[in-house]
């Protein structure tokens, strides 16, 4: 069965320092992969999404990447943290649409 | 544009009533699917169901139900005698076929309460 696993589970930041999150799914073989920020008591805001290795489509500009350096595995930074990037986010994949996406566990961010 | 709206903000409920959480969705595809998840404390998006466009047929799955009228635009979800364990944020979904881009509702907060 396929699992998909991300961390760290929280993370505090200061204001203009670097961030790195990872996602990695298992049991699959070239998902599509799916970065979410959720804000609080908010839906669910896409930023971006790889159908391959090296390829990133983004959703919304902002001042975080993603990358995608090997098939199952998607990465979300930035180099100079904001503190409207507070938030939850969430990794997802899916065998393409019009499937449904499965989602991790989820990485709550404070910056402060 | 794709939209979807749940225009219930939150619900509460004691356990063992029924309850029907609302979605109404905008799209100008012809070809589009509608996604239910629940999402408890935890905050893990659970996966609850998936609908086509062509396939209006509501529906079971145990205590849930779901019931997709096109004429109305709209995907609403039921569930039967509720239980406190169905506590969680519920959102609604929409996709347009073979685009990666799925909307999702604001959710709704159901509190079951014993």
């Known amino acids: 069965s396929q699992t998909i696993h991300q961390w760290p589970a929280t993370l505090v930041q200061p204001v203009g320092s670097p961030l790195s999150l990872e996602c990695t799914v298992e049991?699959?073989?070239?998902?599509?992969l799916y970065w979410y920020r959720q804000a609080a008591g908010r839906g669910l805001q896409l930023l971006f999404y790889s159908v391959g290795i090296g390829q990133i489509s983004s959703e919304v500009p902002q001042n975080l990447s993603a990358s995608r350096p090997q098939d199952r595995q998607f990465i979300l930074s930035s180099k100079k943290l904001l503190l409207s990037d507070s938030g939850f986010y969430l990794c997802?994949?899916?065998?393409?649409?019009?499937?449904?996406?499965?989602f991790g566990p989820g990485t709550r961010l404070t910056v402060t | 544009a794709q939209k979807v709206t749940q225009a219930q903000t939150e619900i509460s409920v004691v356990e063992k009533e029924d309850v029907t959480l609302d979605c109404v969705y905008e799209?100008?595809?012809?070809?589009?699917?509608l996604f239910w998840y629940k999402q408890p404390p935890s905050g893990e998006l659970v996966f609850l169901i998936r609908r086509n466009s062509f396939d209006e047929q509501n529906e079971i799955s145990g205590r849930y139900s779901w019931n997709f009228q096109k004429s109305t635009s709209s995907f609403n979800f039921t569930i039967t005698a509720s239980q406190v364990v169905d506590s969680a944020v519920y959102f609604c979904a929409l996709s347009a076929y073979n685009n990666n881009d799925m909307r999702f509702g604001a959710g709704t907060r159901l509190t079951v309460k014993p």
């Open positions: 799209t100008r595809d012809t070809t589009y699917y």
């Open positions: 049991g699959t073989s070239n998902p599509n």
């Open positions: 997802a994949w899916s065998a393409g649409p019009p499937y449904e996406q499965y």
